[in-house]
């Protein structure tokens, strides 16, 4: 079964600065999906960036870009130019293309950015 | 609607009752899942519905969990016999077909809280 380890549980930035979560998955798919989530306090999921395993380019959204290793099994995202309303829970999640009904959710990492 | 629509936003029950809880995903969408979330944790998969089929529904976690998408559209989540360890916020996601590269979309969750 597909497992995804998220290692911080909380991590925080000063606005303008650059922040990087941390993301480990296991899996014995070659091929699969990996997403970022954010989670703000209206609790509703949003998807900031996706990466198709079978991609070795690392997928990049505006300030948002991922480092995505996938002989090591890691998937970092990485924030630019941090902002306030940055601050929110950020889930790691794993879909498989053989099994493609389940996302499977890190446990979360709670950002904070100080102004 | 523009989003996934989910009411109540917020239930209170005591234990032993029963709650249902509705899911009105994005009209046109095929695929909805229900996830539950527990407080600081990541979201863990219940059930998924393929149209009005139910294919997978193996994160139920017991038979007191009940979900149906009679016409392919709207979806309702009941749970019997309520306990305190149901006490979490379900998510439901749509998606727009059943591959996975179909970004799934959330709703702002129900909060059920189990006095």
């Known amino acids: 079964a597909q497992t995804v380890t998220q290692s911080q549980p909380e991590m925080s930035v000063q606005e303008a600065e650059t922040v990087t979560l941390s993301c480990t998955y296991d899996?014995?798919?070659?091929?699969?999906?990996l997403f970022w989530y954010k989670q703000p306090p209206s609790r509703q999921m949003i998807l900031v960036i996706r990466q198709e395993a079978y991609k070795q380019q690392n997928a990049t959204e505006n300030r948002f870009s991922v480092n995505f290793q996938k002989a090591a099994k890691s998937f970092s995202l990485k924030i630019s130019d941090s902002q306030l309303g940055d601050a929110a829970m950020y889930f790691c999640?794993?879909?498989?293309?053989?099994?493609?009904?389940?996302?499977?959710f890190g446990t979360g990492t709670r950002l904070q950015v100080f102004p | 609607g523009a989003g996934v629509s989910q009411s109540p936003r917020y239930k209170v029950a005591k234990r032993g009752q029963d709650v249902a809880l509705r899911c009105d995903p994005i009209s046109g969408h095929v695929s909805l899942f229900w996830y539950q979330q527990a407080l600081g944790q990541g979201p863990e998969f219940l059930t998924y519905f393929q149209n009005e089929a139910q294919l997978d529904k193996s994160g139920l976690p017991s038979d007191r969990f009940f979900a149906e998408r009679p016409e392919g559209s709207v979806s309702t989540l009941k749970i019997q016999r309520t306990q305190q360890e149901d006490s979490a916020v379900y998510l439901c996601a749509s998606s727009f077909s059943d591959r996975g590269k179909s970004p799934l979309h959330f709703g702002n969750g129900t909060r059920l809280t189990v006095t």
């Open positions: 899996t014995s798919e070659s091929d699969y999906y």
């Open positions: 999640a794993y879909r498989s293309l053989l099994n493609t009904d389940k996302l499977i």
